[in-house]
T-cell receptor, first 116, second 111 residues
Framework: EPEVTQTPSHQVTQMGQEVILRCVPISNHLYFYWYRQILGQKVEFLVSFYNNEISEKSEIFDDQFSVERPDGSNFTLKIRSTKLEDSAMYFC??????????????FGQGTRLTVV | DAKTTQPNSMESNEEEPVHLPCNHSTISGTDYIHWYRQLPSQGPEYVIHGLTSNVNNRMASLAIAEDRKSSTLILHRATLRDAAVYYCILRGGGSNYKLTFGKGTLLTVNP
């Protein structure tokens, strides 16, 4: 069964450093998302991406965050200058069809980011 | 986003049916009801969704009240692998691309 793949599974970084979290969505999917979950808290939406541009973003997704689809398979989340409060599990997701049509989203296993 | 209310936790025995309730009294006519679950240390996983009629798939059934103000996710025979946090999420049309997760219901399955 096709799946969303995220790398690395765990990333430790120094405060102020840049990190790039990588995702390979399901190959024929068109809509891509990043969510995060701080330990013990809710899963929070960060951003959605379609047709090489951001379609929706949350208040969390400020200027420190950016997303990119550098080639036909990868989808990345960059945090420019990490803060301690960026420590969380980051989930990538993808869906085949327009989410307005209420199709399912497929989530990856997540990258645990620890900022020290 | 319209709000959903779920019990914080529920317990079940293995191989017995489980009924997970969700209240959504402010649901609008175009809101779909989605259920996702999150197994320990994993990403959320789609379970089922519906609009007005009851829905069945290989994982579960979704029973939607006639007034759509509540719904119930039914796991017909719980297994240990079904132990997870279950999220009931309303998703409308328009420009809403995101899923808004609440705290969900933590389901414990006893052997």
């Amino acid at each position: 069964e096709p799946e969303v793949t995220q790398t690395p599974s765990h990333q430790v970084t120094q405060m102020g450093q840049e990190v790039i979290l990588r995702c390979v969505p399901i190959s024929n999917h068109l809509y891509f998302y990043w969510y995060r979950q701080i330990l013990g808290q809710k899963v929070e939406f960060l951003v959605s991406f379609y047709n090489n541009e951001i379609s929706e973003k949350s208040e969390i997704f400020d200027d420190q965050f950016s997303v990119e689809r550098p080639d036909g398979s990868n989808f990345t989340l960059k945090i420019r200058s990490t803060k301690l409060e960026d420590s969380a599990m980051y989930f990538c997701a993808s869906s085949l069809e327009n989410p307005r049509e209420n199709t399912e989203a497929f989530f990856g296993q997540g990258t645990r980011l620890t900022v020290v | 986003d319209a709000k959903t209310t779920q019990p914080n936790s529920m317990e079940s025995n293995e191989e017995e049916p489980v009924h997970l309730p969700c209240n959504h009294s402010t649901i609008s006519g175009t809101d779909y009801i989605h259920w996702y679950r999150q197994l320990p240390s994993q990403g959320p996983e789609y379970v089922i969704h519906g609009l007005t009629s009851n829905v069945n798939n290989r994982m579960a059934s979704l029973a939607i009240a006639e007034d759509r103000k509540s719904s119930t996710l039914i796991l017909h025979r719980a297994t240990l692998r079904d132990a997870a946090v279950y999220y009931c999420i309303l998703r409308g049309g328009g420009s809403n691309y995101k899923l808004t997760f609440g705290k969900g219901t933590l389901l414990t399955v006893n052997p």
